[in-house]
């Protein structure tokens, strides 16, 4: 008899132990699918990031004008215009600093306070201004990524934009480079670079940087970094 109870006594503490051990799991269970809802939340976060893309010159400052006589305003827009396009697609907001031929304010030094200010009041992960180069020797080309000196953030983005361009143009050999003089460099306070797509002082550059589909490769080249660098 005794036997009997010890049995009985050692079944139901097995019950009990069972059904601790479901309790356990369940709890464990609901603490995965939490764990997956913060990080599908996290994800669709990521559709609400914000780039500002800065389109340099417009208006009647026409910035660089090329060996072949294109304007950098009218390209730098171009280029921007399908940067935007790009990343709206993958689902990333892009905030323009000008969306057509304009200057945005009376003179440049209050065109690039203005350009500052929407950069710094909207807060983007990531800033980027579009420009085109210029030298006195003809020969000089390729794309190049300018960063503030003093940005972590900035020097990583610029980094990365410029490995994407030397994808598109494997015999680029510059590298992205350290500024402290550039006022959008200096007084921006998001991570914020500037991308010089090329030189409009080479006769060949110049005229590949006014050709659409050349326009679209370098936009897809720069939002592919963007892209890497928010993500
Ligand atoms: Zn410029």
Known sequence: MKKKIGLIAVMAALLVLVYFCQLAGDMLWDSAARERETAAAGSAKEGTRLVVVDPGHGGIDAGKVGINGVEEKEINLKI?????????KEKVDVILTRESDERLADTQVSDLK?????????????AVSIHQNSYH?????????FYYTDST????????????????DPENAKNAAANNTYYILKKTEVPVVIVECGFLSN??????????????SLAEAVSKGILQYIQ
């Open 137 to 145: 020797e003809e020969s000089v080309s390729g794309s190049q990524v």
């Open 153 to 168: 953030e900035g020097k990583q983005a610029a980094e990365i934009l410029q490995r994407c361009l030397k994808e598109l």
């Open 203 to 216: 006769y060949s550059e110049a005229e590949k940087l006014a050709e659409e589909a050349y326009q679209q």
């Open 80 to 88: 921007s215009l399908k940067i935007k396009e790009i990343l709206n």
């Open 114 to 126: 203005e350009r500052v200010s929407i950069m710094n009041n909207q807060k983007p992960v990531l």
